[in-house]
């Protein structure tokens, strides 16, 4: 395994971009060119070399070695991990280049990549010369995909952190069943939500990194065992045939915009077209969904960041911080200064909802709701869930029963950044109400571009997004599945 230096001039123009768009690329003294921190090997006779020498952008929640990790946070300013997070070490071994830390929202807070503490990352599409949202929170990850300064990368989803840039992109985004791929080395926001995932330029490149990172790791407690991945087999393969794809009735609400309903019509009629069946499903409990993931997300925030207070974890305000006069403990000042405005809301909102007080009413409630939205999921499905014993599993809806579901990302074109400014809070986490249903339950997900109509199309900005994000949830462990029907999808529209 060896460092590779690239040439001054082949990096420095790639730097530019990098930095253009806030992808954290490595500082280096002035007149030395920077190294790209990446690793080669040679591929032995009949080994899969899909991402030998590829390029791969790495959130930077996931922590690097050789490169620092702050999860765009001014606490963890500086910091550099000891070690490689494992997905990072799979994607070494397999012999890709780790080419850059990508920029987020601070602590994978926010759906819009503008909390950042090194500054808010930037879209490369624009509306009638305004900037527009790259989505959250992986939106660094998005923008390094789509400005080809990597292959691919990896981003976290905890409720649609990869699939929304990917919509607001045009890129791929695909996040696996929960436990699939490894978290140790992610820094955790919400640890039974939190979800590596990936970006890509395409259904097949996104599932060339999945293949490598797909295995079980023995110090990630939530990783999913031998045993249960053996369980997955079974319901683990592409199905040969027609599709039965379901149409959740829940998710056409009055907030889908028409360019997104329409392209989601068109995206089902091409399907229908090309042989498969279309069934209508109902998810009741999807109304109550985002509710209950703003209640438990939080939650865990408040728990998973109450280590940094700058005497265990994370940078210390310089002198005495403590407040006696005022009755704050002594890290007060430290996690003030440390933490942007969303976090701080988020862990207020969390703590609030773990008080003895609220715990019942909100905490408890919002886990409830959790296992009623794994219940939809379970009831409308043809695959079994594998970790649910067949007794404890609801009746099918009959005829209903499908392989996958078919909705849309989210319910709006990107926002301008300036149109984000007059938002509420409400209002901007509105935008994961597609998102956050497979998140709660642990299903495999992904994000696909279907472009806008020609006539639409035409009508728009020519520096506008031309796509939309359509997106396909499978059952739990049918992650081959839902990239196959992933690839049915981008094939419609690939061809001539």
């Not at 990790?69 to 071994?93: E, M």
């Not at 029963?401 to 950044?417: G, N, Y």
Request: glycine share 8%; aromatic share 6%; hydrophobic share 40%.
């Amino acid at each position: 395994m060896l460092a590779v230096r690239c040439r001054p001039s082949s990096f420095c123009s790639l730097r530019r971009v990098l930095l253009k768009h806030h992808v954290r690329a490595e500082k280096a003294p002035t007149g030395r060119a920077p190294l790209f921190h990446t690793s080669t090997r040679v591929a032995k006779a009949g080994v899969n070399d899909t991402l030998i020498g590829k390029y791969i952008a790495v959130k930077d929640n996931i922590v690097t070695a050789d490169q620092p990790t702050i999860a765009s946070s001014r606490i963890l300013d500086g910091y550099t991990s000891p070690f490689d997070a494992t997905v990072v070490k799979q994607l070494r071994a397999a012999g890709a280049a780790i080419s850059s830390k990508a920029s987020l929202d601070e602590f994978g807070m926010g759906s819009h990549s503008q909390t950042a503490f090194e500054g808010a990352v930037r879209s490369p599409f624009t509306r009638n010369g305004e900037a527009l949202s790259p989505g959250g929170s992986s939106g660094g990850s998005a923008v390094a995909v789509v400005d080809k300064s990597a292959w691919a990368a990896l981003g976290t989803d905890t409720g649609g952190s990869v699939r929304l840039p990917a919509a607001y992109c045009g890129v791929v985004g695909f996040k696996p069943s929960y436990g699939r791929l490894s978290r140790w080395g992610v820094i955790q926001y919400a640890n039974s939500l939190d979800t590596v995932g990936v970006l890509a330029g395409s259904v097949a490149d996104a599932e060339s990194v999945f293949e490598k990172l797909d295995h079980h790791d023995a110090r990630d407690p939530t990783s999913l065992p031998a045993t249960v991945r053996k369980r997955l087999m079974p319901c683990n393969k592409e199905k040969p045939g027609p599709l039965r794809i379901g149409i959740p009735r829940e998710y056409n609400i009055s907030e889908l915009t028409p360019p997104v309903h329409d392209t989601w019509i068109s995206a089902l009629s091409a399907l229908r077209s090309a042989g498969h069946t279309l069934v209508p499903v109902s998810l009741p409990t999807t109304r109550q969904a985002l509710s209950a993931y703003y209640v438990l997300a939080p939650a865990e925030a408040s728990s998973n960041l109450a280590k940094y207070d700058g005497i265990r974890y994370g940078q210390r305000t310089p002198g005495s911080d403590a407040s006696p006069a005022e009755g704050l403990p002594l890290y007060a000042k430290t996690r003030g200064e440390g933490f942007g405005e969303e976090v701080r809301q988020r862990i207020l909102l969390g703590a609030y909802a773990l008080s003895s007080e609220a715990i019942d009413n909100y905490f408890i409630q919002a886990q409830k709701v959790r296992r009623l939205v794994q219940r939809d999921f379970d009831r409308v499905f043809i695959a079994r869930n594998p970790l649910i014993e067949p007794t404890e599993m609801p009746e099918l809806e009959g005829v209903a029963a499908v392989d996958i579901l078919i909705t849309p990302t989210a319910p709006t074109l990107p926002p301008t950044i300036a149109e984000l400014k007059r938002q509420t809070s409400v209002e901007s986490y509105m935008l994961d109400v597609f998102t956050v249903p497979a998140s709660l339950a642990g299903l495999p997900a992904i994000s696909v571009p279907v472009p806008l109509s020609p006539a639409l199309g035409d009508s728009m900005d020519k520096h506008d997004v031309r796509s939309v994000g359509i997106q396909i949830l499978g059952q739990f462990g049918t992650d081959s599945l839902v990239l196959h029907a992933a690839k049915v999808l981008e094939g419609i529209y690939a061809r001539p």
